[in-house]
């Protein structure tokens, strides 16, 4: 008999839990530095090397994201401040709106993220 076990349940192995769910401070400096490890200390939205980086939760905790690997990645400062409680696709169109450049990484996560920009005064003004 063969037994499997997936990444994040084997990363899960050890980290303890407060009782509202969230990873004890001990864990979550684990996670973080596994987060950090796994993404070469590199934002993973601009591509920049960022030593002194963050771990961002790509789906918010308070939007039901979890403190699993697969909701972490690596963000620069600037990119973890710019995406706030944002999700990454809401981030995306909110810089856009901004007239702002996006990330170069974004392309991405946003590969399903289509626009629709009609000429028509109906249209006009929204997404």
């Known amino acids: 008999m063969k037994i499997v076990f997936s990444i994040s349940l084997l990363a899960e192995r050890g980290a303890t839990r407060n009782p509202d769910g969230l990873l004890s401070r001990l864990s979550w400096r684990r996670r973080c530095g596994q ?5 070469k200390e590199t934002c993973q939205y601009c591509g920049e090397p960022a030593p002194k980086g963050q771990v961002d939760h790509v789906l918010p905790l308070s939007r039901g994201g979890t403190d699993s690997l697969d909701n972490l990645k690596w963000a620069c400062p600037t990119c973890n401040a ?3 409680a944002d999700t990454v696709s809401e981030w995306t169109i909110r810089l856009l709106m901004e007239g702002r450049d996006i990330p170069k990484l ?3 996560y946003n590969a399903a ?3 629709d920009i009609r000429e028509d005064s109906e249209s006009e003004g929204r997404w």
């Open 113 to 115: 993220l289509t626009w």
């Open 35 to 39: 987060v950090k490890r796994r993404d």
């Open 82 to 84: 710019s995406k706030g």
């Open 106 to 108: 974004l392309d991405r």
